[in-house]
């Protein structure tokens, strides 16, 4: 069992960064992908970001160039740094984690074992 729990959220203006922290707890040794994924209202929930435990990172084309997945081993903790904010970043993120065997933003939510609560950023225009 993996317990998660992500913080950083909030209000932000276009052009402005955040940076979201995912605190991992439980049976962390055996997670081998990690991941960002979002949800707009009345919209299906998409991958942002992932990261496996060999440290590849895989980037959704709307977060290519302006976002930055990274993980701190020795705190359990996965990050999203956020950098040039649309408002079309408006969304709920989640953390999610997984013991693999596939590690893309392409995967399918439905294939991450574990999720945290959620937490919303909004981006004003």
């Known amino acids: 069992q993996v317990q998660l729990v992500e913080s950083g959220g909030g209000t932000v203006q276009a052009q402005g960064s955040l940076r979201l922290s995912c605190a991992a707890f439980?049976?962390?040794?055996?997670?081998?992908?990690l991941g960002w994924f979002r949800q707009a209202p009345g919209k299906e929930r998409e991958g942002v970001a992932t990261i496996d435990s060999d440290g590849t990172a895989s980037y959704a084309d709307s977060a290519k160039g302006r976002f930055t997945i990274s993980q701190d081993n020795a705190k359990n903790t996965l990050y999203l740094q956020m950098n040039s904010l649309k408002p079309e970043d408006t969304a709920m993120y989640y953390c999610?984690?997984?013991?693999?065997?596939?590690?893309?933003?392409?995967?399918?939510?439905?294939?991450?074992?574990?999720w945290g609560q959620g937490t919303q950023v909004t981006v004003s225009s």
């Open positions: 439980g049976d962390t040794y055996s997670v081998y992908c």
């Open positions: 999610a984690a997984s013991y693999g065997p596939a590690c893309t933003v392409r995967i399918a939510p439905e294939l991450m074992s574990y």
